[in-house]
């Protein structure tokens, strides 16, 4: 069995989806993971907001905007009236799901549920697309396997077993369609795994059907050296460890989603990045396996908080981290980045939700500084944290940089530097020239 997921872009148009479906068109077993076509769930975000705010008005205009577009997909995807009513009727029925929220109490499990209508439309037509082409195919819901814990977290024991019960019940296909992103949480309502998802999905369907390959299908050939989005010339790169991989979609990589190696990793499932467009291309294999002493590649984090704690109480006291970590552990805030000296310690957040509130509790242990708007650059290789000479171009690079925060040392594979967001763009581009 392998797995195939297609991001937005790879099914964002009806010529999209159709070379999706001479791409899976193949003998061998897959699960196919699909996002919603692009753009879609940005579009629900912005229907959802305004149903909070009750513009019934203007959230059902978006609404019946959308689905127009849709319409025009069935319209140029299929060929056969057949098939075209068909989909038409299916993507009216989510639709009229969607304008079902158009009422007076919309909540945060009303969002989810509008949230998800992407994916299960993006996997109906594709499904129905397939069978005007008479490839055998069977739809695999999400909404049957895909669980979550109270702090939204997947749980693998139960994916895994739904996932055998719900692949029993299906015909024999030798592909079967699923949605990426949407989940079940422990009440029983759709809920999600947080935006750009549906990698987490297939890595964590690849880990319960123990597929051979998990592969990543996107709009560009592999993992870069940088971030494309900000600096030129980079370059896919062919091999990486799942402990690099992890770093770097950790750290910015927006073509993986943060938590999407884990799963692979702790199946020994290697994953390749393709480019649907170029599928020709070699694009990146992420394995166990780790070349040689080098700098891999570099990636940013935005929308990044420091704090720090100055505190008499830290002078040659023990026990003062974990008062404070413990307060982010109540909280539910990872803590990114952390540096210490004798009298104040700092970490830095992403999440803020609960800020107001950490902070109070902090300023009990000192005086408590807040910088936000910060970005986390971060350089990851291969023991390039345990071997001379990499510290020195780091810095080198940075040399005209403010840096507020340097992590050196936590694992032999990052090194991560706390910058201004104003000056990302340029330490990105100067690693770039001095490291490669
Ligand atoms: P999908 O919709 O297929 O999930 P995403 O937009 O989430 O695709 O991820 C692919 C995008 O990630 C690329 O188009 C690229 O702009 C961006 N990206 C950021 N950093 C990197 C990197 N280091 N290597 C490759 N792509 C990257
Ligand atoms: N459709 C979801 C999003 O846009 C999930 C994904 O594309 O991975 O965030
Ligand atoms: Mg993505």
């Given at each position: 069995m392998i797995v195939m997921k297609f991001g937005g872009t790879s099914v964002g148009s009806p010529s999209r989806i159709k070379e999706i479906a001479s791409l899976i068109n193949s003998p061998d077993n897959k699960i196919v993971v699909l996002s919603a076509m692009a753009g879609t769930t940005n579009a629900l975000v912005e229907i959802a907001s305004h149903l909070y705010k009750k513009e019934k008005a203007v959230a059902l205009s978006f609404i019946e905007e959308l689905e127009m577009d849709y319409y025009l997909v069935v319209d140029e995807l299929f060929t056969k009236s057949e098939f075209k009513s068909k989909a038409l009727g299916k993507i009216k029925t989510h639709f009229d799901f969607i304008k079902s929220f158009a009422v007076d109490m919309f909540t945060l499990s009303g969002e989810k549920a509008v949230l998800a209508q992407g994916e299960l439309i993006s996997t109906i037509l594709l499904n129905c697309y397939l069978q005007e082409r008479k490839i055998n195919s069977a739809l695999l819901p999400a909404l049957d396997f895909m669980r979550t814990d109270g702090s939204g977290e997947p749980v693998a024991n139960e994916i895994k077993q739904n996932i055998e019960n719900a692949l029993q019940k299906l015909?024999?296909?030798?592909i079967y369609i699923t949605q990426g992103f949407i989940c079940r949480n422990p009440n029983g309502e759709i809920d999600n795994l947080r935006r750009g998802g549906s990698d987490y999905s297939a890595s964590l369907i690849g880990a319960a059907v123990e597929a051979e390959e998990i592969q990543i299908w996107t709009d560009i050939d592999g993992m870069h050296n940088n971030d494309p989005r900000y600096v030129g010339n980079t370059h896919p790169l062919s091999n990486l460890s799942f402990d690099e991989a992890a770093e770097l979609a950790y750290f910015?990589?927006?073509?993986?989603?943060?938590?999407?190696v884990l799963p692979a990793k702790m199946a020994n499932i290697p994953v390749r990045l393709k480019n649907t467009m170029k599928p020709g291309l070699e694009g990146t294999l992420i394995s166990s396996q780790s070349d040689g002493i080098n700098i891999k590649a570099i990636a940013a984090k935005d929308n990044i908080t420091a704090i720090k704690i100055n505190s008499g109480r830290m002078l040659l006291a023990y026990g003062f981290l974990r008062k404070v970590f413990e307060i982010f552990e109540t909280y539910k805030t990872p803590i990114d980045m952390i540096t210490t000296s004798e009298v104040a310690v700092s970490v830095t957040i992403d999440n803020t939700d609960n800020l107001t509130e950490i902070l109070t509790e902090l300023k009990k242990y000192g005086r408590v500084e807040v910088d936000s708007n910060l970005s986390i650059v971060c350089v990851v290789g291969n023991f390039i944290a345990e071997s001379k000479g990499y510290a020195l171009k780091v810095f080198d690079a940075l040399k005209n940089i403010p840096i507020r925060m340097i992590s050196y040392g936590?694992?032999?594979h990052n090194v991560s530097l706390l910058v201004n967001k104003g000056f990302k763009i340029e330490a990105l581009k100067s690693l770039n020239d001095k490291l490669f």
């Open positions: 015909p024999p296909a030798n910015g990589a927006k073509i993986l989603h943060p938590s999407s936590g694992s032999m």
